[in-house]
């Protein structure tokens, strides 16, 4: 998802702004839309889609 135009990974949480070169894919999860970092994609692909946050949870693990 997007906070204050940082992008931060719905799995990993992993924000773009640590320094980091990292591609977020932006994807669909439980009818809204979420960003998934490219290290992350495959953990969702091969494991379960229940690995991706929705946006309530990223917020609210990030203590927003
Ligand atoms: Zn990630």
Redesign the pocket.
């Known amino acids: 998802m997007e906070i204050n135009n940082v992008q931060v990974?719905n799995?990993?949480l992993?924000p773009s702004d640590d320094g980091e070169k990292r591609v977020y894919v932006k994807a669909l999860c439980g009818g809204e839309e979420v960003l998934?970092?490219t290290?992350?994609i495959p953990r969702v692909i091969h494991e379960s889609g229940e690995l991706v946050k929705s946006n309530a949870e990223v917020k609210a693990t990030l203590g927003l």
């Open positions: 990974c799995v990993c992993s998934i970092c290290s992350c």
